[in-house]
């Protein structure tokens, strides 16, 4: 599932905080080459940042903070202009703009999981509950509308029939 989300080519925005998603970082986010805001923060996501993710070169915000992740940050094209507050809240992280060092090689962080992993862990996201999420989103717009629109117009239909029966009211007087 996790490759799917690179199959939205000319997504712009992409908002995924404050969900509980746990997991890693689908490195297919990298696919999102028209993509200029990514915000993963206050998740429970864990593992490196995808090196991927420094070919979006249209991405002027990020923001993963507050989640597991661990590693030294990326190198390369935005990634080098984001500040600390893209990255608070991971202690694991390393490398800059972060002023916590990496003890280790800058290569052995940014290896991709052993062939024991499971790569389902790889997801971001279960699509059923971004499914579940977006349905019940506009089945409450529908709902409200419905509720409310007939309403505006029912309230503008009586006060105009008042208002007739008031006049001729006053003229048979």
Same mark, same amino acid.
């Given at each position: ?18 969900? =509980?998603? $746990? @997991? ?12 200029? %805001? ?37 190198? =390369? ?11 608070? =809240? ?8 972060? %002023? ?18 499971? +790569? ?11 499914? +579940? @999420? ?10 409200? =509308?419905?509720?409310?629109?007939? $309403?505006?117009?029912?309230?503008? @239909? ?16």
């Amino acid at each position: 599932m996790a490759g799917e989300i690179g199959n939205l080519k000319s997504l712009v925005v992409l908002n995924l905080s404050r969900n =509980g998603f $746990d @997991g890693r970082i689908p490195s297919s986010l990298g696919d999102l080459v028209e993509l200029e %805001s990514l915000d993963l923060s206050t998740n429970k996501l864990s593992g490196v940042i995808p090196q991927q993710l420094t070919s979006l070169t249209f991405l002027s915000f990020l923001n993963v903070s507050n989640n597991n992740l661990t590693g030294l940050i990326p190198k =390369g094209y935005q990634f080098n202009t984001y500040t600390n507050d893209s990255y608070l =809240g991971n202690p694991g992280l390393c490398g800059e703009p972060l %002023s916590r060092s990496c003890s280790e090689p800058t290569g052995s962080t940014l290896q991709p999981p052993s062939q024991g992993d499971d +790569s389902s862990k790889e997801s971001l996201f279960d699509w059923r509950f971004a499914g +579940s @999420g977006y349905a019940s989103g506009i089945v409450v717009g529908l709902a409200l =509308g419905y509720a409310f629109l007939p $309403d505006f117009q029912y309230h503008e @239909g009586r006060l105009q029939l008042k208002k007739k029966i008031r006049r001729r009211g006053r003229s048979s007087t």
